[in-house]
């Protein structure tokens, strides 16, 4: 079946400009997660969502950062302004639940964002 | 959150069986361990779970001692394609919802 879809892929912006990016998680899934891999770095936690609420944004690194989930589906992470430090490949995975469940996430492949 | 440590980097070689050890000395009673593979320009790819002693899947073993302190994640017979960073994680049920954090990973090289 179809997997956890991220877009775009690769995502070159200039320094200052805002960005989109987008997760489309499998189907059914309530719980959604993104996270940051800088290169060569481990997965660094950003926010959480289950269904449309996200009781845990502790990750977002400055209020630069925002993330909305609609319909309990699609997902988008959101930089304004971006900097030269924010390039790195962001990650998106789902889970089936999210409460007091062991599931394992499902990953997406990533948007490799490069800021010039 | 239980942190977990484990080596930066193993090298193997092809054929060879590798164990990769992972540390958790506070975890909690409630808490699972999974294990995660990333292959460079993807995401991570869920291996294997277990809560104690052996587990065993398609892919790898994972032996887990009584006390819970650890874990081993056992690859038999590695080929090149198992050239990946393997993470360790635990607290899965942590604060009452699933925050899943990744520590740094252990990077394997498999060697012809």
């Known amino acids: ?116 | 959150l239980a942190k977990t440590t484990q080596p930066i980097s193993m090298d193997s070689y092809e054929g060879q069986e590798v164990n990769i050890t992972c540390s958790h000395n506070n975890i909690a009673t409630n808490d699972y361990i999974t294990w995660y593979q990333q292959f460079p320009s993807q995401g991570p790819r869920f291996i294997i779970q277990g809560y104690k002693t052996k587990v065993t899947n398609e892919v790898a073993s994972l032996f887990i001692p009584a006390d819970r302190k650890s874990s081993t994640l056992s690859l038999p017979r590695v080929s090149l394609s198992d050239t990946a960073v393997y993470y360790c994680l635990v607290g899965l049920n942590s604060g009452g919802y699933q925050k899943v954090t990744f520590g740094t990973g252990t990077k394997l090289q498999v060697i012809p």
């Open chain 1, 1 to 116: 079946g179809a997997g956890v879809s991220q877009s775009p892929s690769n995502k070159v912006t200039e320094k200052g400009k805002d960005v989109e990016l987008r997760c489309d998680p499998i189907s059914g899934h309530t719980a959604l997660y993104w996270y940051r891999q800088s290169l060569g770095q481990g997965l660094e936690f950003l926010i959480y969502f289950q269904g449309n609420s996200a009781p845990d944004k502790s990750g977002l690194p400055s209020d630069r950062f925002s993330a909305e989930r609609t319909g309990g589906s699609v997902s988008t992470l959101t930089i304004q302004r971006t900097q030269q430090e924010d390039s790195a490949v962001y990650l998106c995975a789902s889970s089936p639940m999210g409460r007091s469940d062991n599931s394992p996430l499902h990953f997406g492949n990533g948007t490799r964002l490069t800021v010039t």
